[in-house]
């Protein structure tokens, strides 16, 4: 079974993300829970696969839920868990792994659509060419302890690292995205911000090739 962790602070946001991942994750079960649920009664017999997912809180900053996010990510990873890490959830995992300068403020904030350098890790079967989502104002600096990066770009951070010899991943960018979910995101961030328009990267590709990413869910799911 799946759990997946929605980690968007926002109320309306959070269920704008769950109305996205209901269509990105029909082909199978899950069970979704927020920051406000409890997790407690949540036992490891619960799940086999855990995803951590995108927030617009910051993982280089102190917030409320972290003591609680991390030592539950800590006991997924004790219990061998497969996890994926999407965003901040890519950089929580990080930092659960790690310790926290790992992560920091981006070097360069990432708004729009990148092409990223994969590695032949299993976690990538099946895509072609494949131009990703990204929305993003941490990163994270290096590879934590025991990890080998599996995707980069020429901005340099890791944009995603796998855990050596285990089913746990961190992605920097976001599989799920479809084109008008991501654009519909980054409408809202620079009507609020209109001086980060700036960072704006445009898709050069077609809109439906970003679909081909949601590839990585199934792809996830299928390892035990």
Known sequence: MLLLLNLVVNLKDR???????????DFTGYRTVNLDDDWNSIQPEDFSHLVLTGSEAS????????????????????DQ?????????????????????????ATNPELGYYHIELTDDELFRGLDNPVFAQSHFDEVAFAPPDCTSIASNENRSVQGFRLIGKHVWGLQFHPEFDFTFAENLYADVFNNHPE?????????????HLLQNRLIYRNFLETE
């Open 59 to 78: 993982a280089s900053e102190d917030n409320p839920w972290d003591s609680r996010l991390l030592k539950f990510t800590r006991q997924a990873l004790k």
């Open 196 to 208: 980060l328009q700036q960072l704006y990267n445009e898709i050069q590709e077609s809109p439906e």
């Open 81 to 105: 868990k497969s996890i994926l890490g999407i965003c901040y959830g890519h950089q929580m995992l990080a930092k659960a792994i790690g310790d926290n300068p790992v992560v920091r403020r």
């Open 15 to 25: 269920e704008k993300l769950d109305n996205l991942m209901a269509n990105v994750l």
